[in-house]
Each structure stands twice: as structure tokens, then as C-alpha cells.
Nanobody
Framework: QVQLVESGGGLVQAGGSLRLSCAASGRTFSSYALAWFRQAPGKEREFVAGFTWNGGDTRYTDSVKGRFTISTVNAWNSVSLQMDSLKPEDTAVYYC???????????WGQGTQVTVSS
């Protein structure tokens, strides 16, 4: 059974930093198949950061470009998200996701809460 476990969320003041980590188990994933999404209260889940299909580049939603950095911890089953210059609008539950063989994100973690106070 595939499991994705996020860690590192918490409460931080605006301008602060947090580092999220995700560890996958149950099958072997290229770390480039992992990505981060978030869901704020009353909003739909949105893509935050991930990799291109071959891992050659990273992708970010516009609102986090220059502030967030996704990276692999090793080649398999782990990814992190460094979040700097956090803003109150970054407050959300952050989810780690992994692609299935159809290259769609079908595996999801339980999420970790990130709260940024103003």
C-alpha cells in the first residue's frame, strides 16, 4: 500500500521560513514523480511545485516563484519544499502527491498544516 507522509508544517510569522518533507513508501517512486499541492480554506486544491517529466527542471505556481524551492532528498521516494518569505496567503494544508503509471497525481498524503500569521 502506497503511503506519502508529510512533515514540517507549523505556525510561522510573515516573512519566516518553513521546510516541508515528504517520504513515500509502499512502492518505488522517482523523486521527480513527487510534487506539492495546497488547499486553503474555502478554495480548491492547487499545484504548488513539482518537476518536469524527466526531472530536468522545476515548475512552480506563479504566486510562489522566487520564494519556494522544491528539491529531491535522494533519487527515490523523497522530496522537500523550502518555503521562504512566507505570506499570510500561503496559509493552507500542504499535500505531497505522487504520479501513477498514467503520469497523473493519484497518490496523496494526509497533508500538513502551514499557518502564516501577519
Amino acid at each position: 500500500q502506497v503511503q506519502l507522509v508529510e512533515s514540517g508544517g507549523g505556525l510561522v510569522q510573515a516573512g519566516g521560513s518553513l521546510r516541508l518533507s515528504c517520504a513515500a513508501s509502499g512502492r518505488t517512486f522517482s523523486s521527480y514523480a513527487l510534487a506539492w499541492f495546497r488547499q486553503a480554506p474555502g478554495k480548491e486544491r492547487e499545484f504548488v511545485a513539482g518537476f518536469t517529466w524527466n526531472g530536468g527542471d522545476t515548475r512552480y505556481t506563479d504566486s510562489v516563484k522566487g520564494r519556494f524551492t522544491i528539491s529531491t532528498v535522494n533519487a527515490w521516494n523523497s522530496v522537500s519544499l523550502q518555503m521562504d518569505s512566507l505570506k499570510p496567503e500561503d496559509t493552507a494544508v500542504y499535500y505531497c502527491a505522487a504520479k501513477g503509471t498514467n503520469l497523473k497525481y493519484i497518490y496523496w498524503g494526509q497533508g500538513t498544516q502551514v499557518t502564516v500569521s501577519s
